[in-house]
């Protein structure tokens, strides 16, 4: 299982905001990423996997995001999805600060599966 949040952005969320985010969930750990299945990881400094961040997905369609998650956020909006270990609770903060960071940064609100 995992723990999952989402940013649903206003805004469109440019490398340097995803960047920014993952720095501030994620301080001190190293980040990696996966080009070929668009992933960002954040792993703890001993290695194990904090977080991995799907790439940005623009959701066009109204009622959307409320048929899927239960929120009503106006259409059109950038959906980034993360999900972090279900058993480890430093992975839950750093899911939860990227997702309100990134959120914040522009324009949007964080969902979290609890």
């Keep these: 299982m995992t723990f999952d949040v989402i940013a649903l952005c206003r805004r469109e969320p440019g490398p340097e905001a995803v960047v920014a985010a993952l720095l501030t969930a994620g301080e001190g750990s190293f980040v990696?990423?996966?080009?070929?299945r668009?992933?960002?990881g954040v792993r703890h400094p001993g290695g194990r996997r904090l977080l991995t961040v799907e790439s940005a997905r623009l959701?066009?369609?109204p009622g959307e995001v409320d048929r899927l998650l239960g929120l009503d956020v106006p259409s059109p909006v950038w959906?980034?999805?993360?999900?972090?270990?279900?058993?480890?609770?430093?992975?839950?903060?750093?899911?939860r600060t990227f997702?309100?960071?990134?959120a914040v940064a522009t324009g949007g609100r964080p969902w979290s599966s609890r």
Excluded at 32 to 36: I, S
Excluded at 79 to 95: F, H, I, L, N, T
């Design 38 to 40: 668009q992933l960002i």
């Design 99 to 102: 997702a309100e960071a990134l």
């Design 79 to 95: 959906w980034v999805e993360g999900r972090a270990p279900d058993d480890d609770v430093e992975a839950e903060a750093v899911a």
């Design 32 to 36: 990696d990423f996966d080009a070929d």
């Design 59 to 61: 959701v066009r369609v």
